[in-house]
């Protein structure tokens, strides 16, 4: 690794940690703006019980007092207790939801970047013609539904009209007790990669496009290179700049779970217990959530950079 290179992902790795304080600070400011307690709910609660409460979860002292306590226990990865879920730390929910999100955004992952990078290179290969007009078609038409109308289309289709799937998924824990069956993750799964293939489909169309117009295409043509080295060897590798680029985040985002995706299949990901949280004001848990996500967002949106410059050479890191 070059010197240019470590002082780069120094500088990145600085960016990311001023970036993340900030996330931290917006988050803790707004969530404890919001009107309304964690511990107000259907029924009247004393306010010598309420003081109690208050007191064991820090909430009686002063916010920048707050504050500073919570950054120093974020270094020390303590997120403390969750407030809605009764003593469970916010670290153990994390993880316990984070391996179920992981898990089928890993899936969906791999599954969108193979066929986006299929699709793309078919439809640029034959461009005009009738694989590349149904490709477009189709590519055009998921990239244009949200992900709840995908998810309860395969819902219905899958489970009420065609019923060859589960209606409902359990964790990864459940599963490898056998609770839960592997076939209940295609569809979820699915319903994450869609959208991701379609976009990475039409990335790589465009970029494939553009490679094979190239003068370098035309010379290696002319010198008699094989149709399948001028196409992966030259051709595709010249292509996945963009949809590296955009493959970091698109890890992140589903790697952490869609919250509407996983509501409808009734997966116990990381996002049922961060949409629990904002209804219930958990502060603890919504920020310990928060402070998840961005991690794991810049983390990929790093690699996927370091990543752009080991594909493309000519890309200076500065």
């Known amino acids: 690794m070059s010197t240019k290179t470590l002082l780069y992902i120094l500088k990145r790795l600085l960016l990311a940690v001023v970036t ?47 504050y500073g306590i919570y ?11 969750s407030i809605y879920y009764k003593n469970r730390t916010v670290l153990s929910l994390i993880s316990q939801g984070f391996a179920t999100s992981a ?11 193979v066929l986006g990078l299929t699709l793309g290179s078919v439809a640029a290969v034959h461009r005009g013609r009738w694989q590349d007009q149904i490709i477009l078609v189709f590519s055009t038409a998921l990239v244009s539904l949200p992900s709840f109308v995908i998810g309860v289309l395969l819902l219905w289709t899958f489970t ?14 459940e599963s490898m007790r056998g609770t839960t069956p592997l076939s209940a993750y295609f569809l979820p799964i699915f319903a994450l ?37 001028l196409l992966f060897k030259h051709a595709l590798k010249n292509s996945l700049a963009p949809v590296v680029s955009y493959a970091g985040p698109m890890i992140a985002y589903i790697m952490t779970g869609s919250f509407v995706v996983e509501s409808i299949f009734s997966v116990p990901g990381i996002g049922g217990y961060f949409i629990d949280s904002i209804r219930a004001l958990d502060y603890t848990m919504i920020m310990g959530t928060t402070v998840l996500l961005s991690v794991l967002m810049l983390t990929l949106n790093l690699i996927s950079d370091i990543l752009y410059k080991v594909i493309d050479h000519r890309v200076d890191l500065a």
């Open 193 to 229: 990669a869609l959208y991701p293939t379609a976009y990475i489909t039409r990335l790589t169309r465009s970029s494939m496009l553009d490679a094979l117009g190239q003068d370098y295409i035309r010379t290696a043509r002319a010198k008699g290179v094989s149709r399948a080295s």
């Open 160 to 173: 009420v009209w065609w019923p060859v799937f589960p209606s409902w998924a359990g964790s990864i824990a």
């Open 20 to 66: 993340l304080w900030i996330i931290i600070s917006v988050t803790f400011i707004i969530m404890h703006a919001v009107p309304g307690s964690p511990f107000v709910g259907d029924k009247a609660i004393p306010q010598s019980t309420m003081d109690a409460l208050n007191a064991k979860y820090g909430l009686d002292k002063p916010l920048r007092v707050q």
């Open 71 to 81: 950054l120093r226990n974020v270094l020390r990865m303590d997120f403390g207790e």
């Open 103 to 113: 898990f089928l955004g890993l899936c969906a992952a791999l599954i969108a970047i």
